[in-house]
């Protein structure tokens, strides 16, 4: 099983020819769908075949009232907390030609997801197999899923997004798995050393430069994604969870990307069921996985909806 701590926001989308200055108005198309980077990475999970869980916060509101209509339609658990006066997380995204965007977001109940309900929620942290969570609810209610679920002995993940003030306010002494891409880990990294990264081009570093760079962080395992690139795997000596090598890289799928909104979350998402669904394999085999799976989801429009199910997966990729 699989348990993801974090977000639901209902994504609004307009899309326009071109965005926006100040004070100008575009016609343009609209359509909305869930969202938010928990319930994005959890129907991943779901849909590769994991047994899914998701802890969050919905308002009591319409949005919460479909977040929870789409999770049974998705085959997902749900414990979620309805704190009274809060709304659902919303994005307002705005979209051009070039697929570049504008989004804001209210948080709403997604900021304010308690320490005292994911403690409560302390026998199905413990009981799953994987926890999986990310920056984008209430950081002290992520760090204690990651206790409550370390403490148990249970695979801990943490992909560190958005970047934001949460980056720098996280511990990150309960997670075996950090998950940043570029940005996130110059970020992470930044946080962790007081001070900003020499340049933030993780591109243009060797892999041993990069391998002595995550080990900085003190976590077990950094899997840094680098997007069409694919990404770097780090672990920390004598914890190689099943892998031949301390370091390596695996090449980005060729894919033919049109929107890659929410290829992060795939790769979480799968990443986790993978650990999940086949605990005695090598870490290269989950990676892998998640970095297929993670390319295939940028071949269609979307978040939540863009997640491939197993039998599209095995269509492309087989196994
Ligand atoms: P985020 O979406 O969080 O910014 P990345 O851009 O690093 O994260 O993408 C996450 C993963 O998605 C990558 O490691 C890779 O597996 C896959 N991916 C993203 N963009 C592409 C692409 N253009 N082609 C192939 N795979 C991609």
Sequence with gaps: QVAVVGSYNQDHVWVADRLPAPGETRLGRYHTGPGGKGFNQAVAAARLGAQTLFIGALGEDPAGEHAMDLAREYHLAMRVQRPPGEATGSAAVIVDGQGRNQIVVAP?????????FVRGQAEQLRAAHVVLTQLEVNTAA?????ALARSAGRITILNP?????????????????????????????????GGPVAGEGVATLGD???????RR?????????????GCFVSHADGQLRGDEATHYRIAGEAV???DTTGAGDAFNGALAAALALHPGRPFADAVRLANRYAALSTERP??????????????????
């Design 108 to 116: 709403g109940a997604n900021a304010v997801l308690s320490e005292r």
């Design 256 to 258: 033919e990307a049109i």
């Design 208 to 214: 041993d430069e990069l391998h002595a760079l995550c």
């Design 142 to 146: 992520v760090e204690t899923a990651l």
């Design 161 to 193: 997004a958005p970047v934001d003030a949460g980056v720098s306010a996280i511990a990150l002494s309960d997670t075996d798995i950090l998950t940043p891409n570029e940005t996130e880990f110059a970020a992470v990294l930044a946080a962790q050393r």
């Design 302 to 319: 979307g978040a939540a909806l863009a997640m491939p199910t197993r039998a599209e997966f095995q269509a492309r990729y087989g196994g």
């Design 217 to 229: 962080l003190g976590v077990p395992t950094v899997v840094v994604t680098l997007g069409a690139r």
